[in-house]
């Protein structure tokens, strides 16, 4: 379930980590807009750790998982639950 | 059983390929490369010269820094990402041509990681062998000049051989504690076997790697009860710039103690670490605790913990 204050959080900690204008479609990719590029991921990982409070093993280091804001927004939906 | 490190030896081609060069065949800017990687150049061995060819010339460099011969080893260990299918691999040769008869000579077909997980096999070896000759040997450029040149991966790859002496024998370093691990269910994220070009997602490979070096070399101290503010200098397989600054932010680190050339080498896969450690040997007095640490396909990682005697 979409939470307002989780989505704002996860924007808050993305414009941090990428410095660019985030895209209006939470379903369009982060790495093909050219916001993610591989360095940056790690350290949006990171940032998201941080920000929640959680620990993203290793296992869950799937690109796919943070591939736009909506599926990052789930993951963090999913660990919250 | 105590396991001592007695010194290192290296080995890179004579030709220098500028990023200029990797750029005009890529349709990138030299610019562009050395942002991405922070490589400025790579050598790149001639189309005669193969990986065992490599490999003597590192492991002759070690033994005659040493002033040891040939004959008094006891094992050598050949890692390579890059050498041809097929058997035998390149030890075999490697040790006929240095001499040997009958000394075991392994092959470690194992790409960046290999050189590591030589040294911690043969620091678990020389009590029983005698003196092993680690060697990480790489002609990448044959590689990516396989096939079509790739952007994402020709612009990161060089040539080149380092090799480490392990000894039982009391010496400089004292192999003090290693911890190794593999996960397979990365092995296509990248990959090679000469029937089609290199594979490599990148993204996956430095999520993982940004996270595994730190987290092995954490690991290793842990053991130890040391500090990575307690380490001299952090030898790390020398993949990319910028994976070796993001290490040192993990580990919380001054970038200086993260010895880095591989704006001069680029990536030479298992053999980097092991050029690392013969090149800031040389110029460095040991004092202290040293980490080695890499990490490659398959994927395989891990960190080896010396310190000074």
């Known amino acids: 379930m979409p939470d307002a204050t989780r989505r704002e959080r996860l924007l808050r900690v993305l414009k941090t980590v990428t410095t660019q204008p985030l895209p209006a479609d939470d379903e369009e990719s982060l790495f093909e807009s050219g916001l993610l590029d591989s360095f940056a991921l790690p350290d949006l990982v990171t940032a998201l750790e941080k920000e929640f409070s959680i620990k993203v093993p290793d296992r869950d280091l799937n690109p796919r998982k943070f591939d736009s804001i909506a599926r990052i927004d789930t993951y963090l939906e999913d660990r919250a639950s | 059983m105590r396991a001592f490190l007695h010194g290192f030896g290296m080995h890179v081609p004579e030709r220098v390929v500028t990023n200029a060069e990797i ?120 590689v990516i000049e396989s096939g079509e040149l790739d952007p994402n991966t020709a612009i990161l790859f060089g040539d080149g051989a380092g090799a480490a002496l392990v000894s039982a024998r009391p010496g400089p370093w004292e192999i003090l504690d290693a911890v190794l691990h593999s996960d397979g269910q990365y092995r296509d994220s990248l990959a090679f076997d000469w029937s089609a070009p290199l594979r490599m997602n990148g993204l996956s490979v430095i999520l993982q790697a940004a996270r595994k070096l730190p987290s092995s070399i954490e690991e290793v101290l842990a053991r130890q009860k040391l500090a990575a503010s307690e380490v001299e200098v952090f030898l790390l397989h020398q993949a990319n710039q910028n994976l070796l600054l993001r290490v040192a932010k993990s580990l919380g680190v001054p970038t200086g103690r993260v010895y880095s050339n591989v704006a001069r080498y680029g990536n030479t896969s298992s053999a980097s670490m092991l050029i690392a450690a013969a090149e800031w040997s040389r110029a460095n007095t040991v004092a202290g605790t040293v980490v080695f640490s890499a990490f490659g396909a398959g994927f395989h990682w891990g960190a080896l913990l010396a310190h000074a005697v």
Do not use: N, Y
């Not at chain 2, 911690?120 to 003196?131: E, L, S, T």
């Open chain 2, 23 to 142: 750029a005009a065949r890529v349709d990138r800017t030299p610019e562009w490369i050395e942002g991405a990687s922070g490589i400025r150049e790579r050598r790149w061995a001639a189309a005669e010269t193969s990986v065992a060819d490599l490999a003597i010339a590192a492991a002759e460099d070690c033994l005659a820094r040493k002033g040891v011969t040939a004959a008094s080893l006891g094992m050598i260990i050949l890692a390579s990402g890059s050498a041809r299918p097929g058997f035998p691999g390149p030890a075999a040769e490697v040790a006929a041509r240095l001499g040997l008869e009958s000394t075991p000579a392994m092959d470690v077909p194992m790409a960046s990681a290999g050189g590591l997980f030589g040294m911690a096999m043969a620091a678990q070896m020389a009590a029983h062998f005698g003196d092993v000759l680690v060697i990480g040997a790489e002609k990448m450029s044959a």
